[in-house]
């Protein structure tokens, strides 16, 4: 009949994905270190489970020697043959040293390494499962704040969110359903630590993801993202299907789905442009929303000179430069703007006024 030991060893082996033969080595090595803990042996010894019964053997493990030098490790050849005579020189002499009480200690001894055991497995769990997830988005429960930290609740662990991956003005409030997106997963001593972000342009990439079925499917492609969290993002779209409108899938009916979006990043505005392989038309586009005149490109330099209209400059450039910013991190090309007044006056100043408006120079 088995012992609850086995029984309980045999359910961990179903729920928790242990291998039963690694359990009973660790349980047999941790009884080893039991054994000589509580009954002082400085001798060898080794413990047996019976993998059937669940009966506890122990061991003690000598060397046959003519001569003894240390008699925790050794027997003399002539004691050895009083035990059996046809031990030799260099056998190894086994023998039951089982104490009376040791069944106790030894399921204690088994105990604490299972226990061990299911929470070394459940942490190797928790860390395959969350480091094939990285860079995707994940819904959690706010549990504290500490120290600038937000713990995230992420059903049987916690991940942490770092002060710098925080949108500002944001508010945490304990209690409160948050999406964050996993930014990376580490394998430490104490488990494994899940780092999440609110500010990482991977969340509004999830984020479309998860409103536009068209981009979920593969209709529509996300190019590039610049983001300034909290505040403004751009998101380059497009589709090679020519009937498909990539930002019109994007904004959605309404505007619904880019709305949703909006509201789950607490007002951040967002610029849904097309992408374009020309780089003057990708460009025109990121400055999105200002009115874009002339776009020059010097591919040799990778910069470009926009000419906007007089009263469409400010809007360009945007708040402390921030439209021309995004635009240039959206395209990858450092852009120069200058309003319409101004590219006159640098093209007389190099004396090409002419050759670029021609019959209009006046």
């Known amino acids: 009949m088995k012992t609850e030991l086995l029984l309980a060893l045999e359910q961990l082996e179903k729920e928790k994905g242990l291998s039963i033969d690694m359990l009973f080595d660790v349980i047999e090595d941790a009884m080893v270190k039991a054994y000589k803990n509580n009954f002082g042996a400085t001798h060898n010894v080794e413990v047996e489970l019976n993998r059937e019964t669940g009966d506890i053997t122990v061991y003690s493990i000598r060397l046959i020697v003519d001569e003894v030098i240390d008699d925790a490790t ?172 990539p930002v019109g899938a994007c904004v959605g009916p309404k505007g619904h789905r880019v709305q949703n979006i909006v509201e789950e990043l607490q007002g951040e505005k967002i610029d849904i442009i097309e992408w374009n392989e020309n780089p003057a038309i990708l460009i025109s586009n990121a400055l999105n929303p200002s009115k874009v005149m002339r776009v020059e490109v010097d591919e040799d330099d990778n910069s470009a000179l926009v000419v906007v209209p007089d009263y469409q400059l400010s809007l360009a450039i945007g708040k402390e430069g921030q439209n021309a910013r995004l635009a240039a991190k959206l395209t990858g090309w450092k852009i120069d703007i200058k309003s319409e007044t101004q590219y006159i006056a640098y093209l007389k100043d190099i004396g090409e006024y002419e050759e670029v408006y021609g019959d209009d120079a006046q």
């Open 74 to 245: 050794q027997v003399s050849l002539e004691e050895a043959k009083a035990i059996n005579p046809e031990y030799e020189s260099g056998d190894v002499l086994k023998e039951k040293v089982t104490p009376k009480d040791f069944g106790r200690i030894a399921a204690q001894s088994a105990k604490q390494v299972v226990v061990q055991k299911i929470r070394e497995a459940e942490r190797g769990v928790i860390y395959d499962e969350f480091s094939s997830r990285e860079s995707e988005i994940v819904n959690g429960v706010i549990h504290r704040v500490s120290k600038g930290i937000v713990y995230i609740t992420l059903g049987r662990t916690e991940a942490l969110m770092a002060a710098n991956e925080q949108i500002p003005h944001e508010e945490y409030i304990q209690g409160a359903r948050i999406k964050t997106v996993i930014t990376e997963v580490k394998n430490s001593t104490k488990g494994p630590q899940i780092f999440v972000s609110r500010t990482h342009p991977g969340l509004v990439k999830r984020l479309f993801e998860l409103e536009v079925p068209e981009i979920y499917d593969g209709e529509v492609e996300i190019k590039s993202i610049s983001r300034e969290p909290g505040s403004r993002t751009k998101i380059a779209v497009y589709s090679s299907n020519p009937d498909l409108d």
